[in-house]
């Protein structure tokens, strides 16, 4: 019994700061599989947006052009989660995922008139990756580096040559690489805020 406990209390321990993750994922997961292929219901459309549906910059980002691309996203979200584990407090996953999530609705709204419509996690996912690169006090110096220059350089070589060879044909759909680009700057922002912040308390 006692031993049940401890192993409970370990996973418990792993996953509670997770929250935000797994909250993401699940309503992703039911929202793009109760609204079908692309989801127009719910997706970002500029059009709609402008006329009043703000909600749109909320939920385009939880629906999905199909089945494949979900499991392609949720897929990098677990991997986040596995990586990381509970290297982050929720409060920090929350602040790296407004962060993101704010900086791809101002990015879309001001800057992508040309963008019709838009779904998908992606861009949060760069936005989580590269803010919690920044935060994890377990990295080692030359990892987090590492890591935070693979995937910086991945985002400009999307804006010079376009999306990763395969990576729309693993979507199921075109890719929107600026959707990345703001969402990575976003979550990088507000991961470098949190680490000034515990810098900061850390010298009183």
Do not use: C
Not at 20 to 25: D, F, K, N, R
Not at 53 to 70: A, C, K, N, P
Not at 104 to 116: K, M, N
Not at 151 to 157: E, F, Q, S, T, V
């Amino acid at each position: 019994m006692e031993k049940r406990f401890v192993k409970e209390s370990r996973y418990s321990r792993w996953l509670k700061p997770l929250w935000p993750l797994l909250l993401l994922g699940l309503v992703a997961a039911a929202a793009s599989l109760a609204t079908g292929d692309a989801s127009p219901a719910l997706r970002y459309e500029r059009s709609n947006v402008l006329a009043g549906e703000w909600w749109r910059v909320i939920t385009g980002q939880l629906v999905h052009l199909g089945f494949s691309h979900l499991v392609l996203n949720l897929a990098g979200l677990a991997l986040i989660a596995w990586v990381f584990g509970p290297g982050l407090r929720a409060v920090q996953w929350l602040v790296i995922l407004v962060a993101s999530w704010i900086a791809i609705i101002t990015g879309f709204v001001w800057l992508e008139p040309q963008l019709a419509w838009y779904v998908g996690l992606s861009g949060l996912l760069h936005g989580l990756l590269l803010g919690a690169a920044v935060v994890d006090h377990g990295l080692g110096g030359r990892v987090r580096m590492l890591l935070l220059a693979g995937i910086l350089l991945k985002l400009a070589w999307e804006q010079w040559a376009g999306a990763l060879p395969m990576t729309a044909e693993a979507a199921g759909g075109p890719v929107i690489v600026d959707a990345h680009l703001y969402g990575g700057l976003g979550g990088l922002l507000g991961g470098t805020l949190l680490w000034l912040r515990d810098r900061v308390r850390a010298r009183v």
